[in-house]
């Protein structure tokens, strides 16, 4: 795929859980090249399943940081096969899983100046980290950590308010407290700790690059609002972590130039930039364009919620991020576990399998359900911790059932007033002209979708996800170069496709919705009580 010579490319790189991604755009964004490695079935000497090794105590999850260095030599031998030509890559930028940490050996910043063409990365970096086995964001080994985090600080909503999320086991911080307490030789031996993003973006600077402010902010150890590492969090987590960090900088920051390395090796120009690299969710908030005002909400496995924050109002549920386009703004994440599986259950029980059946019974039913409110945790829930199933008729008594049209009514409605409720605790609000940006397995469904529309009273309008972090890091290597002359994000992205508009809100949702998330703010809190009784 040989670009034409006077053409101008941005790349954009996910070092995600499973694989390596890379999308190509012109400087019209325009897609012009796209391409992966699967870490399971191309790098089969690592041993991984789903890209990662699940260690015996069920708790600990690790991936081998030089399957994802090997990762790179071999996409950037493939696209070089395929006839990109890498001369044209004025800038890029990349993506990496959020949370997950990469420890390099003292001595690994001198060899990543001094990289010699002739030989891969693998080749090269085989000895440049003290820690092989990177903690990763599947990894829930580090409770205790958690526990003493929010100790020293003056509890979890105290942390919350400081770095936008309470303690999480996943989260940056709190591996690394675990690993410099489990393995002191190992920590001894560190001269830098990079977040996954933050080590992919070294690799192609042949030089440590800072941590940006918006993956930064899912360490539990940035304080998001002077955007600079909390010294009461640094402290309670290991000694000396500022120097082992470095100074973390702005999402949109050019880094420097590409390493020679590449230059020599791949034909990239000397004057291709390196603009900082961010975790996968920021960056997917990019390939989706959120602006102020917007929610995305990704209808998968489990429901995650994207929101466009200006006041953050952190809570000990969702995360608070800084923003990865924006240094005034934030973004806001929700997750949901009892998403598709649930609503596939009552599709089965309540309309026969069939999503036809389950569309009609929306049809069929009035906006607001007659009053009737449900709650369907069939798992644990995250946001809120509540399990089981909960039926309130419109005087806010509990009934053991209702009809089936009623029932899958109460499941779709019940679940977007929750998505919604949530994300205004944290600090979002419905503007004139907010959009709801939908994607995954049920935006495929005219009907769920207009109920989304009537529940946040905005017009839905459908994306396709597969690629926004690759696509948001393009973007956002692009936006890099036009930064610094005070260009807008929003204006770098204007000539990107549109979303396609899905649904409008019913003229008389708001009244109805409105009034109803009063109404389900109660009572969730009648069911967080008695999921508290009982468990």
Same mark, same amino acid.
């Given at each position: ?154 509890? #979890?909503?105290?942390? #919350? ?132 005002? $917007? ?7 489990? $429901? ?46 309540? #309309?026969?399998g069939s999503w036809e059946d389950f ?24 946001t809120p911790p509540a399990v089981g ?33 949530? #994300? ?52 956002r290597a692009l936006h890099g170069l ?54």
């Open positions: 795929m040989a670009a034409a010579p006077d053409s101008r490319l941005y790349l954009g790189l996910d070092f995600s859980t499973q694989q390596l991604k890379v999308v190509a755009v012109d400087g019209n964004l325009n897609v012009v090249h796209q391409d992966n490695v699967q870490f399971d079935s191309e790098l089969p000497e690592f041993r991984t399943q789903g890209g990662v090794h699940i260690h015996p105590d069920r708790l600990t999850v690790t991936s081998p940081v030089l399957m994802w260095v090997k990762a790179l030599d071999l996409l950037l031998d493939k696209m070089k096969g395929a006839g990109l030509d890498f001369s044209c890559v004025r800038a890029l930028s990349g993506s990496g899983q959020q949370h997950g940490s990469v420890f390099w050996r003292k001595g690994a910043s001198h060899t990543l100046n001094q990289l010699d063409p002739n030989q891969s990365l693998h080749q090269l970096l085989q000895d440049s980290f003290s820690v092989r086995d990177s903690p990763v964001w599947m990894d829930s080994s580090s409770s205790q950590q958690c526990r003493d985090l929010q100790a020293a600080v003056g509890g #979890a909503l105290r942390l #919350a308010e400081i770095t936008g999320s309470r303690a999480y086991e996943r989260f940056t911080g709190n591996q690394i407290s675990k690993l410099h307490g489990s393995r002191a030789e190992d920590f001894q031996n560190t001269e830098r700790i990079s977040l996954v993003s933050s080590f992919a973006a070294s690799l192609f600077l042949g030089g440590y690059a800072a941590i940006d402010y918006s993956d930064g902010s899912g360490m539990n150890l940035l304080d998001i609002k002077t955007r600079n590492w909390s010294r009461i969090c640094l402290e309670a987590t290991a000694p000396h972590l500022d120097g082992l960090l470095g100074p973390p900088l702005p999402s949109t920051s050019v880094l420097g130039p590409v390493s020679s390395y590449f230059v020599h090796r791949y034909g990239f120009s000397e004057s291709c930039k390196v603009v900082a690299f961010t975790g996968d969710n920021p960056a997917s908030l990019a390939g989706m364009r959120l602006q102020q005002g $917007d929610v995305a909400v990704s209808l998968g496995t489990s $429901d995650t919620v994207f929101l466009w924050i200006q006041e953050p109002r952190p809570a000990l549920e969702g995360h608070i991020f800084c923003s990865p386009v924006d240094l005034q703004a934030y973004m806001a994440l929700l997750c949901f576990k009892n998403g598709s599986l649930t609503r596939e259950r009552i599709r089965n029980e309540c #309309a026969g569309s009609a019974a929306l049809n069929d039913t009035p906006l607001g359900n007659d009053g009737n409110i449900g709650f369907y945790f069939d798992a644990m829930e995250i199933v909960y039926r309130f008729d419109s005087d806010d008594h509990e009934v053991s059932s209702w009809s089936p049209q009623v029932e899958v009514r109460a499941l779709v409605e019940g679940q977007f007033l929750s998505r919604r409720l949530h #994300a205004e605790r944290l600090g979002y609000s419905i503007m004139a002209g907010t959009r709801v940006l939908a994607t995954g397995g049920a935006s495929s469904n005219q009907e769920i979708l207009q109920v989304l529309s009537d529940v946040f009273n905005a017009p839905v309008y459908t994306i396709d996800l597969s690629n926004s972090a690759c696509l948001g890091s393009a973007y036009l930064a610094e002359s005070g260009v807008s994000f929003f204006d770098t992205v204007k000539k990107a496709p549109e979303p396609q508009l899905a649904a409008s809100p019913h003229p008389a949702a708001k009244q109805v919705y409105d009034e109803m998330l009063k109404r389900f703010a109660r009572l969730e809190d009648r069911v967080l009580l008695k999921t508290n009784q009982t468990t």
